[in-house]
């Protein structure tokens, strides 16, 4: 890992900069609870998004090569259901969101709650849902 001269932040390989955050995708398919301690073992944490300028930027430059895949991001509402927070404790309500139609429906096969919230491809365009957390997939972390 290497430091930036300009905002300290870590440069991993692949990171891209958005207004002094850096963003890395992290290829290894994790459940939401390792992916948080993965990203935070790496110095950062699960992203949060709190525009639709920083979404469009993560979406063009951190994740466009990624569209097979969903990625974990840092919201929860496994405090209360149905109050998705970020992980600084700040509501999602109260920035920006971009669920998909009928999200979060706390709705999956495996009888398992959806608390954990991840970006995914939806017929050409990046949107949100609620995923237990036991589900697999890649993660986007962001370092301050």
């Known amino acids: 890992m290497q430091f930036s001269d300009t905002n300290l ?10 207004r002094r955050h850096n963003y890395v995708v992290v290829e290894k398919k994790l459940g939401w ?7 935070e073992s790496l110095g ?10 920083e979404e469009m930027f993560i979406e063009n430059y951190a994740i ?11 919201g929860t509402d496994v ?3 149905g109050t998705f927070l970020w ?3 700040t509501k999602l309500d109260d920035w920006y969101t971009n669920w998909n139609s009928r999200e979060p429906n706390n709705n999956n096969r495996l009888s398992q709650p959806e608390n954990c919230l991840l970006i995914e491809m ?8 609620d995923a237990s957390h036991a589900y ?5 972390c962001e370092f301050n």
Do not use: F, M, R
């Open 9 to 18: 932040a870590p440069t991993l390989e692949g990171t891209k900069c958005y």
């Open 33 to 39: 609870n390792e992916a948080k301690v993965n990203c």
């Open 44 to 53: 950062g944490h699960l992203a949060d998004i709190k525009s639709l300028e």
């Open 64 to 74: 466009q090569s990624h569209a097979e895949n969903a990625l974990w991001i840092g």
């Open 79 to 81: 405090q209360e259901e």
């Open 87 to 89: 992980l600084d404790g």
């Open 122 to 129: 939806v017929e050409g365009t990046w949107k949100w849902g």
């Open 136 to 140: 697999k997939c890649k993660s986007l």
